[in-house]
């Protein structure tokens, strides 16, 4: 009977799988396999004893009736209580038969209560009971589970938690669905992105069909037909790399991209492979899908968690701000004035408080990309409005991948628009040429940010010094845009540069500059990898190519975002290493004198020198300090703190207890407190929290850690009101921050504080973000919130609870708007839902109280 079963359910399977492969279709599969595995599970719990008053339950994407040909088969035994250990042997039995038979089972054993329990704790958990679906046994047992899943949904919290989980997937993906071997499940633009957004309408009793969502007017119903296209490419794509793979396979990795295009009749051209068209059309229905469900989760936060009624604030005659979004204030502002397609992303980019875009911008945007023609090019209006997009301080990376989302970016550069979702067979890009160009303009971007200074703080302190840097984004825009006409992609893209740099006007050098970057972008790579650099022969060519000083400095920070922006698995120390010292060797070539940040440096060490000879200390009390802190120590503080901390700490580098040392702010109001310390576990936490039970805020933070294990953390701090006694209260804070420091006290409660009335009026959406660094020692918590008393002593004790190591920390306030980067380290950060769970924390922490009623009005029925 056994073996009769299995080969029964091989040849269904089979027979299955022979018919798709005639005539697809995918909804038609997906529930016919769901059957046929229902039948099979009934008749063997009917066979193996279990107890009468237990029920077997589907669950997962199997609940859901969508059972892909490999995929795991999710069931739970619901038991009335406890089993017994006859019982226990029943289920043993059954679930042995489940593998006899060939069925693949993920399996759970829990009652009620443990249901409850567990969805309670986890997230995925709650998700996978969301899509329990009855199949045998007690159906009373069953409706209970129902019923108490119903009486503890918390709809917002189900929201926030699912928004938060979408944005820790993405980010493992580079926030990109263009990778070269993509997984259509997990990555932007796959099939999760469309079942989040069914789980959420379903956990908030919006129904189960996009047509359900049509009624509750968050889509459109040529939106809900396009959702249903879109899911229908997938699951098609999916169900197919599972026969193909024989196994469950949801990357569509290269191995079986031939094989797949073929089914999918794409053939060869003398232009293109089959895949390259294949992957293309995937391509292009993950940008919709991208789309989309920025549109949902858009509309579904507004009508869950609604932010706290403010009036529309307006920015000119055309935008407005409308709840922390970008919002066009007539539906055809695009059809009447254009070039306001570009102005809506520079507004992004000038307003740090927007946290994108209403959906009717959004719509309207992707509605108004055919209006980009040649007339539009050439209106110096939009001209300059790009090019005010390029020179734009912060959000260049934000803004170009959101213009390319859209279809802005291609239309304006028709030529970029060419290798959109272009693929690129090589042994080391991983990323569509659209892609990897919007990540080397990323590496770029990321030089010119403090908190990064670690990473590679030689390129960090060149970007530093660089003038219009903004050219360089440009020339990344174009390195590779000629990729697949054929032809050397250098010399082609060089051309097209050219034509770029004449339409928009840029001076002679300038153009100059962006040429050669281009038709010489792999000129540095090349040489540092296959020529000796410590050949004064080779050094002296490379100097003749390069000519100048500014372009050697352009040419190596390109290069080293240019081979970070292939792959992560491209760039090592080797390979830096080489190219760094290829452009120390040339700088001294072209230059006879020291490197220009070695030069910076000195001047600011030898400034603080000076400044610690006026206090008749020689030269050798700065030695031990100095070795002990690392570049990005001297970048980040300048030549009187330095000398400051020096003068305090030479004699006692080494120092048993605490050294806090304070004095009035040299660059205005507040104090400066100085605070160096064996490192140790919630440090951080305890100097926020005797600053806040002290009355002051902190307004800026710089956090070091030192090579021999000490902290040394330098704070401004303001006191509340106009008269704050500043320096009556040196003496104090030195004394009673030090005695803190040694204290084995439980970290207390916040004390908390009046909000102002900006915040109160203007509430702000708090953000948290946590992903690796580049070099994946650390990971970069990002927050942005509305500032408050006490808010970063809130932070630093969730931090410490979970026993997050800090390394770095950039505390930056901004009137009443906080945007605070910490690097940190700690095993919680190794496992994605302990990641996820601290993220909430911190949203929960940054959360206003006053924000605490409307989220209770939008659960209130109506």
């Known amino acids: 009977m056994k073996f009769d079963l299995r080969a029964e359910v091989a ?8 018919a798709y492969l005639k005539r697809p279709n995918p909804r038609a599969l997906l529930t016919q396999h769901t059957q046929l595995v229902d039948r099979t599970v009934k008749a063997l719990w009917g066979e193996t004893g279990v107890a009468g008053d237990a029920a077997l339950v589907a669950t997962g994407g199997y609940g859901r009736g969508e059972l892909f040909p490999c995929s795991d088969i999710d069931l739970l035994v619901l038991l009335g209580a406890d089993p017994s250990p006859g019982e226990r042997e029943a289920l043993e039995r059954l679930i042995g038969r489940f593998w006899d038979i060939g069925l693949e089972i993920g399996h759970s054993v829990r009652t009620v209560e443990g249901c409850i329990e567990a969805a309670a704790g986890d997230i995925t958990i709650r998700t996978t009971l969301l899509e329990s679906r009855f199949l045998v046994g007690s159906r009373p047992l069953f409706k209970r589970l129902t019923h108490e899943l119903q009486r503890v949904a918390d709809p917002v919290t189900f929201f926030k938690a699912k928004k938060l989980e979408q944005e820790q997937r993405h980010a493992k993906h580079q926030d990109s669905p263009y990778s070269l071997e993509p997984n259509l499940k997990e990555a932007p633009g796959g099939l999760r992105d469309l079942q989040v957004i069914q789980w959420i309408a379903r956990a908030s009793g919006m129904g189960r069909r996009w047509a359900d969502l049509v009624a509750h007017k968050l889509i459109e119903r040529d939106e809900a037909r396009q959702l249903s296209r879109l899911e229908r490419h997938l699951h098609d794509l999916r169900i197919r790399l599972h026969y193909l793979a024989g196994r469950r396979e949801d990357r569509i990795v290269f191995d079986l991209q031939t094989a797949l295009a073929a089914q999918l009749g794409h053939k060869d051209t003398p232009a293109r492979r089959a895949s390259e068209a294949m992957m293309q059309r995937y391509y292009q229905t993950a940008k919709g899908v991208t789309q989309l469900n920025a549109i949902l989760m858009q509309n579904l936060e507004a009508r869950l968690a609604p932010r706290p009624d403010t009036a529309p604030r307006s920015l000119n005659e055309r935008f407005e701000v409308r709840s922390e979004l970008l919002h066009i204030r007539r539906e055809n502002t695009f059809a ?17 408080e927007l946290r994108g875009m209403t959906a009717r911008t959004l719509r309207a945007l992707w509605r108004a990309r055919f209006s980009i023609n040649s007339s539009f090019r050439k209106d110096p209006v939009a001209r300059l409005l790009f090019l005010h997009i390029l020179q734009q301080p912060r959000g260049i990376v934000h803004e170009f991948r959101r213009m390319n989302q859209y279809g802005i970016l291609g239309r304006y550069l028709p030529e970029f628009g060419r290798i959109v979702g272009q693929m690129q067979h090589d042994l080391f890009h991983v990323y569509t040429v659209d892609q990897h160009i919007l990540m080397v303009m990323r590496n770029l971007r990321r030089f010119t940010m403090p908190e990064f200074a670690h990473e590679f703080p030689l390129c960090s302190e060149l970007m530093n010094g660089f003038v219009r840097r903004w050219l360089l984004y440009v020339a990344a ?25 004449k339409r928009h006007g840029l001076a002679a050098d300038d153009q100059e500059l962006v040429e050669f970057l281009v038709e010489r972008h792999l000129a540095m790579s090349h040489v540092a990898q296959k020529q000796d650099v410590y050949d004064p022969e080779v050094v002296q060519r490379f100097a003749g190519l390069v000519r100048t000083e500014r372009r050697l400095v352009a040419l190596y920070l390109f290069t080293v975002a240019d081979v970070r922006g292939t792959s992560p698995k491209v760039w090592n120390a080797w390979k830096g290493k080489l190219l760094e010292d290829l452009f120390r060797a040339t700088l001294r070539t072209l230059t006879g004198q020291p490197l220009a940040r070695d030069a910076a440096l000195a001047e600011k060490q030898g400034e603080a020198a000076r400044l610690l000879r006026l206090y008749a200390l020689s030269d050798s009390v700065k030695d031990k300090l100095w070795a002990s802190v690392d570049t990005a120590y001297f970048l980040r503080h300048d030549a009187q703190e330095i000398a400051w901390h020096t003068r305090n700490l030479h004699y006692r580098v080494d120092a048993d207890k ?22 140790r576990e ?15 805020s902190i307004a800026e933070a710089k956090v070091h850690t030192t090579r021999n294990g000490y902290a040394l953390d330098t704070f401004v701090i303001m006191g509340e009101g106009r008269d704050a006694h500043y320096q009556d209260r040196i003496a104090m804070i030195e004394t009673d921050l030090a005695a803190e420091l040694q204290s084995e ?33 650390y990971q970069v918590l990002s927050i942005v919130a509305a500032d408050r008393p006490g808010l970063l002593y809130g932070v630093a004790r969730i931090l410490a609870r979970n026993h997050i190591n800090l390394q770095t920390a950039r505390i930056n306030t901004l009137g009443d708007r906080a945007e ?3 690097l940190i380290s700690g095993e919680a950060l190794s496992d994605s839902k302990a990641v996820l769970q601290l993220e909430q924390d911190l949203l929960e922490e940054l959360t206003l109280p006053e924000a605490a009623p409307a989220r209770e009005a939008a659960l209130r029925p109506a």
């Open 11 to 18: 040849a269904a399977r089979q027979a299955l799988k022979e």
């Open 336 to 352: 009447r004035t254009p070039s306001a397609i570009l102005e809506c992303f520079l507004l992004m980019m000038q307003h740090p």
């Open 477 to 501: 825009l174009y390195h590779d845009i000629a990729k697949g006409r054929g032809g050397d992609h250098s010399e082609l893209g060089a051309r097209d540069v050219r034509g770029f740099a």
């Open 658 to 679: 605490p050294v806090v040392k304070a004095r009035l702010a040299p660059f205005g109001e507040g104090l400066q407190v100085m605070v160096y310390t064996r490192d």
């Open 682 to 696: 919630a440090l951080f936490a305890r100097i926020c929290g005797y600053f806040e039970r002290a009355g002051f």
């Open 745 to 777: 006290a439980s970290l207390g409660a916040p004390r908390g504080g009046r909000l102002s009335r900006r915040v109160r009026h203007f509430p702000i959406s708090p953000r948290v973000d946590i992903r690796p660094d580049e070099r994946g020692a």
């Open 820 to 822: 605070d980067v910490f």
